[in-house]
Nanobody, 126 residues
Framework: QVQLVESGGGLVQAGDSLRLSCAAS????????MGWFRQAPGKEREFVAA????????AYADSVKGRFTLSRDNAKNTVYLQMSSLKPDDTAVYYC???????????????????WGQGTQVTVSS
């Protein structure tokens, strides 16, 4: 089992950058594929980015491709979501998610993930 704690959210202006972190408990972090999702007010939670357990493969939603970068440091049990050129449409609660996997796939669907963090608010003003 793994526990996830997100941090790094806040209030920024359009065009600014922000880095979210997701710290995981446990000694088997490298066995988990990771993902980020977000939920804006009044909308369903949506996929943002995903990363294989080795960090060698990534996937991004079209809306963030080229602006967001997902990476992981398995030695620190942490995943980072670097967000740049932020837009007001990026305003949402951002959630980190994890799933134990033996392979090196990446996962894009919510129901593929077993563990979730509590979320961190990102607000982008225009």
């Amino acid at each position: 089992q793994v526990q996830l704690v997100e941090s790094g959210g806040g209030l920024v202006q359009a065009g600014d950058s922000l880095r979210l972190s997701c710290a995981a408990s446990g000694r088997t972090f490298s066995m988990y594929a990771m993902g980020w999702f977000r939920q804006a007010p009044g909308k369903e939670r949506e996929f943002v980015a995903a990363l294989s357990r080795t960090g060698g493969s990534t996937a991004y939603a079209d809306s963030v491709k080229g602006r967001f970068t997902l990476s992981r440091d398995n030695a620190k049990n942490t995943v980072y979501l670097q967000m740049s050129s932020l837009k007001p449409d990026d305003t949402a609660v951002y959630y980190c998610a994890a799933v134990l996997t033996l392979g090196i796939p990446i996962y894009r669907r919510e129901n593929e993930y077993s563990y979730w963090g509590q979320g961190t608010q990102v607000t982008v003003s225009s």
